[in-house]
């Protein structure tokens, strides 16, 4: 299988070259680029408890109003950019030890966003272990959209074959259910027997904020205005978190089979793809648009991501790896593009079979 291939057709893997994740390790080590941001992420977590905090103080003094509905996008940034530091927090980018990332996590996920942090850990440590690999990542596996046309089979509904066909638009309309979908999850893994931790915490919380959500908002507002408000509000904050995501991986390299045949590091570096950095950027994607490094190094604080790359860059172009680095919107155009073409793969497939069936 090539690695630049978008699909797992193909012979044989690539290698990392010369590149040596030991060696980057160190450099990256002696940079600094490891080293805990104590004083980063205490101005970071108080300034987003605060934003929080405005955006339900400005829903409190709108009161029964449509003017909520403009209340309700902000509050989708403020609960997306509270994820992100649960994010942060289960990587151990702000505690090096599991008690004190959990306590943050917790708080973060479960309880301010709804969101189970324990269902999160688990699912997001195996993505990590597993980028772009069609049986084992679990962010593909949950997706309604395919990665290679081989998959078209998983999908037999009518929906599922509607949803296949369009999908190069149809992705962006599905992530505006990411959110309902986020809350549920930790629900789903513990009937599953996937919460490994603190079950009763996890769903306890999740339930809490769930109860607080719905009190707060149909106490202030009127059952119609109420209902608006909770569907842009989760449709905008799953709509975020989707785009947050999904130029990460999606239209990179793919691969299948019972076992990992890539490298650690080869793995990581061709599956993702960075975005060109600013700082708005920066802000809204907390880090997620450095995703080579943050792949390299999960532990790395967000704030040394940017520090790290020029380093990261050069190591692994002198050393024969791709560097995939796009442009915002051009990023999300690659993404429509690759599953259009896999919709194209399946329509093609499909055509062959009806021919074949008819003679």
Same mark, same amino acid.
């Given at each position: 299988?090539?690695?630049? $291939?978008?699909?797992?057709?193909?012979?044989?893997?690539?290698?990392?070259?010369?590149?040596?994740?030991?060696?980057?390790?160190?450099?990256?080590?002696?940079?600094?680029?490891?080293?805990?941001?104590?004083?980063?992420?205490?101005?970071?977590?108080?300034?987003?408890?605060?934003?929080?905090?405005?955006?339900?103080?400005?829903?409190?003094?709108?009161? $029964?109003?449509?003017?909520?509905?403009?209340?309700?996008?902000?509050?989708?940034?403020?609960?997306?950019?509270? $994820?992100?530091?649960?994010?942060?927090?289960?990587?151990?980018?702000?505690?090096?030890?599991?008690?004190?990332?959990?306590?943050?996590?917790?708080?973060?996920?479960?309880?301010?966003?709804?969101?189970?942090?324990?269902?999160?850990?688990?699912?997001?440590?195996?993505?990590?272990?597993?980028?772009?690999?069609?049986?084992?990542?679990?962010?593909?596996?949950?997706?309604?959209?395919?990665?290679?046309?081989? $998959?078209?089979?998983?999908?037999?509904?009518?929906?599922?074959?509607?949803?296949?066909?369009?999908?190069?638009?149809?992705?962006?309309?599905?992530?505006?259910?990411?959110?309902?979908?986020?809350?549920?999850?930790?629900?789903?893994?513990?009937?599953? #027997?996937?919460?490994?931790?603190?079950?009763?915490?996890?769903? #306890?919380?999740?339930?809490?904020?769930?109860?607080?959500?719905?009190?707060?908002?149909?106490?202030?507002?009127?059952?119609?205005?109420?209902?608006?408000?909770?569907?842009?509000?989760?449709?905008?904050? #799953?709509?975020?978190?989707?785009?947050?995501?999904?130029?990460?991986?999606?239209?990179?390299?793919?691969?299948?089979?019972?076992?990992?045949?890539?490298?650690?590091?080869?793995?990581?570096?061709?599956?993702?793809?960075?975005?060109?950095?600013?700082?708005?950027?920066?802000?809204?994607?907390?880090?997620?648009?450095?995703?080579?490094?943050?792949?390299?190094?999960?532990?790395?604080?967000?704030?040394?991501?940017?520090?790290?790359?020029?380093?990261?860059?050069?190591?692994?172009?002198?050393?024969?790896?791709?560097?995939?680095?796009?442009?915002?919107?051009?990023?999300?155009?690659?993404?429509?593009?690759?599953?259009?073409?896999?919709?194209?793969?399946?329509?093609?497939?499909?055509?062959?079979?009806?021919?074949?069936?008819?003679?």
């Amino acid at each position: 299988m090539s690695a630049l $291939d978008r699909t797992p057709h193909s012979a044989a893997p690539p290698t990392g070259g010369t590149a040596d994740l030991q060696e980057l390790t160190q450099l990256v080590r002696r940079a600094g680029h490891m080293d805990p941001q104590p004083l980063y992420y205490t101005f970071k977590i108080l300034a987003n408890l605060l934003l929080l905090a405005a955006g339900w103080t400005l829903f409190a003094l709108v009161g $029964d109003s449509w003017w909520q509905l403009a209340v309700a996008v902000g509050l989708a940034v403020c609960f997306g950019q509270t $994820d992100l530091i649960g994010h942060d927090a289960g990587h151990r980018q702000i505690f090096r030890t599991r008690r004190a990332g959990d306590v943050i996590g917790y708080t973060h996920g479960n309880l301010l966003t709804g969101v189970s942090f324990g269902w999160w850990v688990g699912h997001h440590t195996k993505h990590h272990n597993y980028p772009n690999h069609l049986s084992l990542d679990p962010d593909i596996l949950r997706r309604q959209v395919i990665f290679d046309a081989a $998959d078209r089979t998983k999908r037999t509904g009518s929906a599922g074959r509607f949803i296949v066909r369009h999908q190069a638009w149809m992705f962006y309309v599905l992530i505006l259910m990411e959110g309902l979908r986020l809350h549920a999850s930790g629900y789903v893994a513990a009937r599953k #027997g996937a919460l490994k931790r603190y079950v009763l915490l996890d769903l #306890g919380l999740l339930t809490l904020h769930l109860a607080a959500y719905l009190t707060v908002v149909f106490t202030v507002l009127s059952p119609g205005i109420g209902i608006a408000f909770v569907v842009v509000h989760q449709a905008l904050f #799953g709509f975020y978190m989707g785009l947050m995501f999904a130029p990460n991986h999606k239209g990179l390299p793919v691969r299948d089979g019972e076992q990992e045949e890539l490298d650690w590091l080869t793995r990581q570096v061709i599956t993702s793809r960075n975005l060109v950095p600013n700082r708005l950027t920066d802000f809204f994607f907390g880090g997620l648009n450095y995703q080579i490094e943050h792949h390299l190094f999960p532990s790395m604080p967000r704030r040394n991501l940017r520090r790290a790359q020029p380093l990261v860059k050069d190591y692994l172009v002198r050393n024969g790896l791709p560097y995939a680095e796009e442009r915002l919107l051009r990023s999300y155009l690659d993404v429509a593009g690759y599953l259009g073409e896999v919709s194209e793969e399946v329509a093609a497939l499909e055509r062959n079979a009806a021919v074949q069936g008819a003679r």
